[in-house]
């Protein structure tokens, strides 16, 4: 049995899976609920003066639905196609999706219908 204690150098230099590391914990989470057709409706309002940093997404619907998060001026930067009954959608992106100063992010589904979203980040 071999006693000796080694210390993995590659974690740091390997090209092929580098370590991911992020500048600020994830400490703002919001969570909305919507039980009819949402057109471009404010989800996130940073801060004056702030900006959002999004981290992660979230989303479930008892039946299939379309959800469109948009940023300023209703530019779509993510559509979620849920396809099937009770499905679920999350991702946790490697690095911040990052938006201007004061740019709010808004959400369109394309049904009636019951849609939870949550969204993790921060405001810098």
């Given at each position: 049995m071999d006693k000796t204690?080694?210390?993995?150098?590659s974690v740091f230099n390997d090209e092929a899976s580098p370590l991911f590391t992020r500048?600020?914990?994830s400490d703002t989470i919001i969570f909305n609920a919507f039980s009819t057709m949402q057109t471009n409706t404010p989800i996130w309002l940073p801060?004056?003066?702030k900006r959002i940093c999004?981290?992660?997404v979230q989303t479930s619907a008892p039946a299939a639905i379309t959800v469109i998060l948009s940023r300023a001026g209703n530019a779509s930067f993510l559509s979620?196609?849920?396809?099937?009954?009770l499905a679920t959608?999350?991702?946790s992106f490697p690095s911040p999706v990052r938006f201007t100063a004061d740019e709010i992010i808004s959400l369109t589904t394309t049904a009636e219908g019951t849609v939870n979203?949550?969204?993790i980040g921060y405001e810098v």
């Open positions: 204690a080694r210390i993995n150098h500048e600020q914990a801060a004056a003066g999004l981290t992660a979620i196609v849920l396809t099937t009954a959608y999350s991702e979203i949550t969204l």
